[in-house]
Structure formats: C-alpha cells, structure tokens
C-alpha cells in the first residue's frame, strides 16, 4: 500500500495558452509524454527562473509556442505525483508563434480546442475551473 506524502511539495508553473481566431476563443492543449492524456505547458519552477519565465519556457520545450505572457496568476491546481504534490500555478500567455519543430515534439501532440473542449479534456477539477472562469472573460 503507497502512503501519499504531501510533505514534498514541488512549486510547478504552466500557462494557458490562447489564441483569438474567427470562430472565438482557443485554447491550446498538448499530451503528457505518454500521450495517455491532455495537460497544459507545465513543469518544475526552475531555481534562477521566476514562476512565469518558468512557465514560458516549458511552453516552449512542451508546445513550442511562444507569445505574450501576463504575470497575473490564474490560479493554481495540485496532483500528485514522485511521491508529493505537484502545485501548479497558472499564468495566461498569447501564443504569438508557433514553432514547427520543438525540444518535445517526438512526445508530445499539441492541438487547439475550444475552451469547453479543454474542461472536458483535462483531468483535474481545479484545472477545469481555471479554464472555464479565464473563458468567461472573452
């Protein structure tokens, strides 16, 4: 039997990256490595990065997107995972380019849906309302 130990907490950081396009507002999703489910850009705060330079830069090496961020949180979600808890917090980023090849692309599907699409999708309850109340705004 695992015991869950929430005594190791790892600060994560991830966006959720959007777009305007005629048919309204998307978001974008990419798979985890395993391309068993649908998350955002995320990962590990890194020691010399702030919480959204991190998140940027996962944006890139998972999505290869690139654009205008707001260091304005979005809130945060948890999971647990490596034995602990993931928190992740949440920061907007208008994706203005999208790279063709990126550090992630062998592992990693991207695709853009509809915001109701993305609270389907992703798993976690927190998760969803982070992106239903950022969809309200448009």
Not at 63 to 86: H, M, Q, T
Not at 90 to 115: G, N
Request: net charge negative; proline share 5%.
């Amino acid at each position: 039997m695992s015991q869950k130990n929430h005594n190791l907490i790892y600060p994560q950081s991830g966006v959720i990256a959007y777009q305007m396009q005629q048919s309204g507002l998307h978001l974008m999703l990419i798979t985890n490595r395993k391309g068993t489910r649908w998350v955002i850009p995320k990962g590990i705060v890194e020691p010399e990065l702030t919480a959204l330079q991190s998140a940027e830069k996962e944006a890139f090496e998972e999505a290869g997107i690139e654009g205008r961020s707001f260091d304005e949180s979005l809130g945060e979600f948890s999971y647990e995972k490596w034995g602990g808890l993931c928190v992740v917090e949440v920061f907007p980023l208008e994706v203005k380019s999208l790279a063709e090849d990126w550090p992630e692309a062998c592992f990693r599907e991207r695709e853009w849906v509809t915001p109701e699409e993305a609270v389907r999708r992703v798993r976690e309850p927190e998760l969803k309302n982070i992106i239903r109340k950022f969809a309200n705004r448009y």
